[in-house]
């Protein structure tokens, strides 16, 4: 069990700090195959895609985290007091802040899905109260058991969620006139 939880917090740790480089060398492989006004559309994801998970990261760590914990190590059955093992504190603690980095990247993933028409503001819009359910429904689950945790951190995500909402606006703003340009030259 200790030799598992070693692998998965280093794994999990080394994720989180070379994503940066990792994320580059992925884009690096994905890029040559864009056009130019493609390539130039989606220049700075690197470092946005960076940035928002890093951001992530820190709000995972220094809210959410404590939150669970806080939680977790006051979770009793009758008599029985709880007593957290170091290595299942921080597997929590790794798990809660990786995915709370992933998760910050919904901008960036609706940035490309709204670039590959996919998905258009009035369709975000439409699915607007679905993804407060299911944010509330998550947060509901991260965290304990009250409403104003559980408000905490469904904020953010529903605030990054409006940003996409406004990057895919942006977007078909552009798109929109590339169009109109194009019809008339």
Request: aromatic share 10%; proline share 4%; charged share 15%.
């Amino acid at each position: 069990g200790n030799f598992s939880a070693h692998i998965l917090v280093s794994a999990i740790g080394g994720f989180i700090v070379s994503f940066p480089w990792t994320f580059h060398q992925v884009w690096r492989f994905i890029r040559p195959g864009l056009h130019g006004s493609e390539a130039k559309a989606a220049r700075g994801v690197t470092w946005a895609a960076t940035v928002l998970f890093f951001l992530g990261v820190c709000f995972g760590y220094f809210v959410i985290a404590p939150l669970s914990l806080q939680f977790l190590g006051h979770y009793e059955i009758g008599d029985v007091q709880a007593r957290i093992a170091l290595m299942s504190y921080l597997k929590t603690v790794a798990s809660i802040t990786l995915a709370a980095g992933l998760i910050f990247q919904v901008p960036v993933v609706i940035h490309f899905l709204a670039k590959l028409g996919l998905v258009t503001p009035d369709s975000l819009r439409k699915f607007r109260k679905h993804t407060l359910v299911v944010t509330l429904i998550i947060a509901a689950i991260i965290t304990p058991p009250d409403i104003t945790s559980q408000v905490l951190v469904s904020m953010p995500v529903l605030g990054l969620y409006e940003i996409g909402i406004l990057q895919a606006r942006r977007i078909q703003r552009r798109q929109q006139r590339a169009d109109a340009e194009h019809a008339r030259g």
